[in-house]
């Protein structure tokens, strides 16, 4: 294989052996071709500065996510930089946590025509709630959001373990479709929900915060970068 050096400067290499080759190298590849201009780095940074106020001044946060905060026994949990949040409060005996990531606000699967025409397409969030015992043992229920009034989430799968190292497994059974399942079992489960605070309003949180997550940690990004340009 070629030395780095030599392959970038795309120049045809003679066939030389030990110190000649050690010695070709700076002929070969002059310095400005080996380094990145500085004004190119600070060309970069004025433009993520320009993104960055253009950002900070399209940002504003929804309704949604003050009002449930304030009014919510969950208590929310996140860290900077990572793309992962939850909410957690301890119920009876049982530790009740809601997960979920932050979403892209652009669908690149979105018909542009009909995204032309004013109709703004609902994108659901995918999140997971699990009750678990001070054991280990527990059930988790995958969710996504919907649309509606009355009832804002499905339940996919009904995931039940017995050791947290059988629910952190990847090959260990998903449970089954949540539709599957006898209706009555369907109703208690989901009145089950409900009393542990699963509701439109916690629905309506996760959906506005995995969108402003998103862009906090955008801005973020911005930011990062543009002070590795700056030095």
């Not at 970038?8 to 070709?24: H, N």
């Not at 504003?60 to 909410?87: C, P, R, W, Y």
């Not at 397409?121 to 229920?141: M, N, Q, R």
């Not at 009904?158 to 369907?186: C, H, M, R, W």
Request: charged letters at 30%; glycine letters at 6%.
């Amino acid at each position: 294989m070629l030395p780095r050096v030599l392959r970038a400067c795309g120049t045809a290499v003679p066939k030389v052996t030990g110190f000649k080759q050690q010695a070709l190298r700076p002929l070969l590849c002059p310095v400005q071709q080996r380094c990145f201009s500085l004004s190119s780095a600070a060309k970069v940074a004025k433009d993520l500065q320009a993104e960055i106020g253009h950002e900070e001044e399209q940002y504003q946060q929804a309704k949604e996510i003050k009002k449930f905060l304030e009014s919510s026994n969950f208590k929310f949990v996140e860290t900077e930089g990572d793309v992962n949040m939850h909410l957690e409060r301890e119920v009876g005996d049982k530790l009740v946590k809601v997960e979920w990531q932050l979403t892209s606000p652009f669908d690149p699967t979105a018909d542009v025509e009909g995204d032309q025409e004013g109709g703004e397409e609902y994108e659901a969030t995918d999140f997971c709630i699990t009750l678990e015992s001070k054991s280990g043992a527990g059930v988790s229920f995958y969710c996504s959001t919907q649309t509606g009034e009355d009832h804002r989430y499905v339940i996919g799968n009904v995931k039940s373990f017995a050791t947290v190292e059988e629910k952190e497994s990847v090959s260990s059974y998903n449970g089954p479709e949540f539709e599957d399942i006898d209706e009555k079992l369907q109703g208690s489960f989901d009145e089950l929900l409900a009393e542990v605070g699963v509701n439109a309003e916690l629905c309506d949180f996760i959906d506005a915060m995995a969108l402003d997550k998103e862009q906090r940690e955008y801005l973020r990004w911005l930011r990062n970068v543009k002070d590795i340009m700056e030095k």
